[in-house]
């Protein structure tokens, strides 16, 4: 199994519109051939001290079945329809790309 750590950092004050995009996506994503899970979310206010928190970073956890399913998932159409429609959104991505030990 392969783990996906998405940080998606948005421009200042389009999280929701990103968000509302994201969601209309995850149909599609979740019925790709592969994908265990595909989950938005966003920092959450617990109080423990060595939090760092950012209301512009959206992380996306993912779970692929395997590598091979996740790199189909990057070139898949609706992904490509989606990366031009947050373009205007989105200041910068990385990702950590993990498998279990």
């Known amino acids: 199994m392969i783990h996906v750590i998405a940080s998606i950092r948005i421009n200042e004050g389009r999280r ?16 790709e ?3 265990i899970e595909y989950t938005p979310a966003v920092d959450f206010d617990s109080g423990i001290p060595v939090q760092y928190q950012d209301p512009n970073v959206i992380t996306v ?17 609706h992904m490509l329809a989606f990366r031009e429609r947050v373009e205007g959104l989105v200041d910068g991505v990385s990702l950590k790309v993990l498998e279990n030990a």
């Open 16 to 31: 929701s519109e990103f968000i509302d995009a994201f969601k209309a996506n995850v149909p599609a994503v979740l019925a």
């Open 33 to 35: 051939h592969g994908c």
């Open 61 to 77: 956890i993912e779970k692929w079945s395997s590598l091979d399913d996740l790199k189909a998932h990057l070139e898949a159409p």
